[in-house]
């Protein structure tokens, strides 16, 4: 037996995992810091308004309802998923700790991919209620009940832990014994799995598999659902009823459009050109990081369910300051 085919045997029986990796991040890009600080904001500002949206949700009993448990779950995902990626992402670049430890990477990895994928299948969720609402509204409260959401929103999370968990478990069956050096932002799965030194045909595989139940077949879905949906109301409704029917659907729209658009973008360009590192790591940043940040703005902005909610629970928080403060001064008077 050669001493290649030693060393092939002996590899595949024990695992090489390393100590560290390091993430290669940009290179040589002018004025990176700036970028740094700015996705500082963007992570503060995104906490502020998921923030904002998921309290104004839990604290206003009118919504309560199948449709803003939806909401309250994108607004969650969104807020933990910003901050698996973004906090880390500024101590590694900004502050210059590019090594990470080889379980915290596998970590990172599993958390920031879990997220997007919960964001994906939500917007799918989202776009089943609205199908539902405009296709079948005599049914909608029978259908769309919150034991139904709340079973279709548990699915997807356990779906996606799973899909996920397994896609990261096969980073630890990879022995390391080259280059440990990570050409991304964070420890994403492609970058890492293509730095081992053994038989990887299978985790290729495997990825494009999470691909498609991540990034390709959500929207899908939601094109089917809108094809429904836009079928439907060309049938039965008058142009006024058209018109009111879309104005639900619109926020939405844009939030698959926010989401949706960049990523598919930038994977596309990815394959058929090239595309500068410095450019594909900016673009995969901002898909990442911009939905979090709009979501918010998007559903302050354009329902006016929550601007309603919002001004409501403002008055009532004033009306009881004002109560508090009058009632103690009363009483410093008495005494």
């Known amino acids: 037996m050669g001493p290649e085919v030693r060393a092939a045997i002996i590899l595949n029986a024990t695992f090489v995992r390393p100590a560290k990796f390091y993430l290669n991040g940009f290179t040589n890009m002018p004025h990176e810091k700036y970028y740094y600080v700015f996705l500082c904001f963007v992570y503060i500002m995104t906490v502020l308004g998921n923030g904002l949206l ?9 919504l309560h309802t199948p449709k803003y448990m939806l909401v309250f779950n994108l607004a969650f995902a969104d807020l933990c998923g910003s901050t698996a990626l973004i906090p880390k992402l500024l101590e ?3 502050f210059n700790k590019r090594y990470i430890v080889y379980e915290a990477c596998l970590s990172y ?3 920031v991919l879990f997220f997007i994928s919960v964001q994906s299948w939500t917007l799918v969720a989202m776009a089943y209620d609205r199908l539902i609402a405009i296709c079948f509204p005599l049914r909608y409260h029978s259908i769309v009940t919150k ?4 079973l279709m929103l548990l699915f997807s999370w356990v779906f ?3 899909v996920v968990a397994y896609m990261v478990k096969l980073i630890d069956r990879l022995s390391f014994c080259g280059s440990l050096v990570v050409n991304s932002y964070f420890c994403d799965h492609s970058p890492v799995f293509r730095l081992a030194c053994n038989d990887i045909s299978f985790s290729h595989f495997y990825e ?3 691909a498609m139940i991540i990034i390709w077949l959500p929207p899908l879905l939601i094109a089917v659902t809108y094809f429904c949906i836009f079928t439907a109301l060309s049938r039965i409704a008058s142009g006024e009823e058209r018109l009111k029917a879309l104005k639900t659907c619109s926020s939405h729209l844009i939030l698959v459009a926010l989401f949706f658009f960049p990523i598919i973008g930038t994977n596309i360009a990815s394959q058929f050109s090239f595309v500068h590192p410095n450019a594909r790591i900016v673009g995969y ?3 990442n990081t911009i939905p979090a940040l709009l979501n918010p703005i998007v559903y302050a902005l354009k329902t006016e369910e929550v601007l309603n909610s919002l001004k409501k629970l ?5 009306k009881n300051t004002v109560f508090t403060v009058s009632h103690g001064g009363h009483i410093s008077a008495g005494d």
Not at 147 to 150: D, L, R, T, V
Not at 314 to 318: G, L, P
Request: aromatic fraction near 12%; proline fraction near 3%; glycine fraction near 4%.
């Open 147 to 150: 034991p139904a959401i709340g």
């Open 285 to 287: 940043t901002l898909t």
């Open 208 to 210: 494009l598999v999470a």
């Open 109 to 111: 990895m599993f958390f």
């Open 314 to 318: 403002c008055k009532r928080n004033m």
């Open 92 to 94: 590694t670049f900004l």
């Open 160 to 162: 996606m832990l799973s």
């Open 54 to 62: 998921l309290t104004v949700i839990y604290l206003v009993e009118a």
